[in-house]
């Protein structure tokens, strides 16, 4: 439960750059804390490359949130950030999509719940309007997400000393369901595993070739000059996967595994699967099918995928710059900056990858500035817990080369005694972590 006290003047609210899914939980658990919020977000006067709307916490690559089972290290995620009171994960329940053992949304309904709830908080105020520098308000939160504009970027630059890390992260293609060929698809989960909740399109030795063939040939879109291309590797883009070796798309994204053609009874030679992405149904997304290919492209090579002979795209993929700082020299566990402790940083700009990942560093961070608001010291989360570990491993990372990193089982520490059998090993470390989050917040309700 340590922290670091802010020293210095502290005004008596706390401000918020940037209104994604970090910014959006910091600015909830700021406000629910009794302290005013003030929550920038440049859009709709300034867009980016990828968003579509004005919303806030508006999902711009999967519209899945991954898995609710607590056997998951997302399950566990998500189950200590409801513990803490998660505005994203109560606003994705209120507009659920089938999606298996997944928790996958409406993206636009999504957006609208949060955007709604926000506005009509009493203490929070939504202000329209870019931020190019870096302000003196403090207690200030940078949640700017990967997607930070470059005048903020290069003013986040000044301000840690360090230079602007990047990699990039590509967004996968959205089809209209109603033009889709059923009679070539079938719906199932993997294994049987959960609601049958994917539409499959299963591929013979011939037709995953030819598809191989014709992704390897593809126009990609031009990087510049100056830009060296440094993938996620949760995020690699289908290309770059196949340029690894023909069969490499077949044992990653378009694994068989777990499935069976009902017509032939068969496990297919390969499968590509569509997530629904509405509450409707009208719109699936190629699961993993996140590409740089050229938009004419992407129409000639997806449809070889049988069953998309003639899908008509409502997005294409697009791939845009992801930018995060060096966390592990400028950040402690608290996400206050080492520097200068009034200032937090919060979301994939941090270095932790996903949508709930990032939503759960505001949660900490809005908190955190809440608390120094009312002269208290910021505290870090158990490292027993999903939500610590994960802070730990951006705060105190010590390898050489940083990367972007999920919710995992392997960021919690051994149980003791040590536990050979795996899913033991899980079940040990989710009953600590959730012992151990209930005592942080037995805690919390002390002070």
């Known amino acids: 439960m340590c922290g670091l ?24 658990a700021a406000a629910n804390a009794g302290v005013p919020v003030r929550l920038y977000e440049m859009r709709p006067a300034r867009q980016t490359p990828v968003h579509q709307t004005p919303l806030l916490a508006e999902p711009v690559c999967s519209n899945s949130f991954k898995s609710t089972l607590l056997t998951s290290a997302s399950g566990l995620l998500k189950w200590e950030m409801r513990r803490l009171g ?6 994705a329940h209120e507009v ?10 409406d993206r636009h309904l999504f957006a609208q ?68 060929n059923m009679e070539r698809v079938f719906l199932a989960s993997r294994y049987d595993k959960g609601e049958a909740a994917y539409l499959n399109c299963p591929m013979t030795r011939e037709e995953y070739e030819t598809f191989v063939d014709a992704l390897l040939s593809a126009e990609t879109m031009p990087l510049h000059d100056f830009e060296e291309p440094r993938y996620f590797e949760g995020c690699l883009p289908i290309e770059e996967i196949a340029a690894r070796g023909r069969e490499a798309l077949r044992f990653s994204r378009f694994k068989p595994v777990g499935l069976r053609d009902p017509r032939t009874g068969k496990r297919p030679y390969a499968v590509v699967q569509l997530r629904q992405e509405n509450l409707q149904g009208t719109l699936y997304g190629l699961v993993g099918c996140q590409t740089r290919m050229k938009w004419g492209e992407q129409r000639r090579v997806f449809r070889l995928i049988p069953g998309l002979e003639s899908a008509e795209f409502v997005r294409y993929g697009v791939m845009h710059r992801n930018t995060y700082i060096h966390s592990p020299s400028l950040l402690e566990p608290t996400l206050q900056l080492r520097s200068e402790p009034g200032i937090f940083f919060a979301g994939q700009i941090t270095g932790v990858e996903g949508y709930i990942e990032s ?3 505001g949660i900490v961070a809005g908190w955190n500035a809440a608390r120094l608001v009312r002269n208290l010291p910021a505290i870090a989360l158990p490292a ?4 610590g570990a994960l802070l730990g491993y951006i705060s105190n990372y ?5 990367q972007p990193m999920n919710a995992n089982f392997g960021l919690l520490p051994e149980p003791e005694p040590p536990v050979r059998d795996r899913q033991q090993r899980i079940a040990a470390k989710v009953e600590r972590a959730r012992q151990s989050l209930e005592r942080f917040v037995q805690a919390l309700k002390g002070e």
């Open 359 to 361: 939503a759960m560093c």
């Open 5 to 28: 006290r802010m020293q210095g003047e502290m005004s008596d609210d706390a401000m918020i750059i940037g209104g994604g899914f970090a910014g959006v939980e910091a600015a909830w």
């Open 86 to 91: 998660s505005l994203v994960l109560e606003c």
């Open 113 to 180: 719940a949060v955007t709604r709830r926000l506005e009509a908080h009493p203490l929070v105020q939504i202000v329209r309007e870019e931020v190019t520098e870096i302000p003196d308000h403090r207690p200030l939160i940078i949640a700017t997400g990967p997607l930070t504009s470059d005048v903020l970027a290069q003013a986040i630059g000044r301000l840690t000393g360090a230079k602007r890390l990047y990699f990039y992260d590509a967004v996968a293609p959205i089809v209209d369901a109603l033009t889709l």
């Open 384 to 387: 027993e817990t999903m939500m």
């Open 398 to 402: 010590m390898g050489k080369d940083f």
């Open 96 to 105: 659920a999509v089938p999606a298996g053992e997944a928790l996958a949304v």
